[in-house]
């Protein structure tokens, strides 16, 4: 018998930021990131919050809710980082928008002489999108609704939140679920037993013609020219 390969781990990654560009100060204040196998979540999650050691401005507060108070009563991001390096380990990351993220995690790990996530290791979800649907939003609020994925419970964005919506995302961007696809996968049923409430075998059809139905065949083809079917 065939053994599937084992399910992949996969690592669902976001985070939130004081802005748009690390090149200009800017911090991230948010690290989250959710374990999928096969494509599901197993449950297994990290997430922090990162003092950014600068001021948080309007505009980026707006989008996340996280206020400068809030963040100084938790750790810098020196003090995540191996914690963070340990969860995601060596396994493929799964990003929205994954050059944004990668470019911010990579300027935090330089500050730490620490090496860069390499983008190859990425799967960026608007590039799945966007060749899944050209020409249409590939945000992930656009996704969520075109996948009717609810979410109710995101008044702001959150970097674990949105992780949880970018799995279900992901999952249907790569085929979504497909009940009972998998049910008689790897099912063995041992020489002369059946599975319980399975109908009765039936026994072999004969399937050479009999002398009449010869019969029947060849007055069939004195009636054609050149029948193809005669030898």
């Not at 390969?5 to 560009?21: Q, S």
């Not at 590939?138 to 008044?155: G, K, M, P, Q, V």
């Not at 964005?157 to 992780?163: E, N, S, W």
Request: net charge negative; glycine share 6%; proline share 8%.
């Amino acid at each position: 018998m065939t053994q599937d390969a084992t399910p992949i781990r996969e690592i669902i990654l976001d985070t939130e930021t004081t802005g748009l560009d690390p090149e200009a100060g800017h911090r991230i204040v948010e690290v989250a990131c959710l374990e999928v196998v096969g494509f599901v979540p197993t449950g297994e999650h990290f997430r922090r919050y990162i003092n950014p050691d600068r001021d948080m401005p309007a505009e980026a507060q707006a989008i996340h809710g996280l206020s400068s108070e809030f963040l100084a009563e938790h750790p810098p991001f020196a003090e995540v980082a191996q914690d963070f390096l340990d969860f995601i380990g060596d396994d493929p990351l799964v990003i929205h928008n994954a050059r944004f993220d990668l470019k911010f995690l990579n300027a935090e790990l330089a500050r730490l002489d620490l090496p860069e996530l390499e983008m190859a290791r990425a799967t960026d979800t608007v590039a799945l999108a966007r060749r899944r649907f050209p020409g249409a939003q590939a945000s992930l609020d656009a996704l969520c609704r075109r996948f009717e994925i609810d979410t109710s419970a995101r008044s702001f964005h959150g970097a674990l939140l949105d992780c949880q919506l970018l799995a279900e995302v992901y999952l249907e961007l790569r085929g979504g679920r497909q009940p009972g696809f998998d049910l008689a996968r790897n099912v063995v049923v041992p020489q002369g037993q059946q599975a319980e409430n399975a109908p009765p075998l039936r026994p072999l059809r004969p399937h050479a013609p009999s002398e009449a139905e010869l019969r029947a065949h060849e007055a069939l083809l004195a009636t054609i020219r050149e029948p193809i079917w005669r030898g």
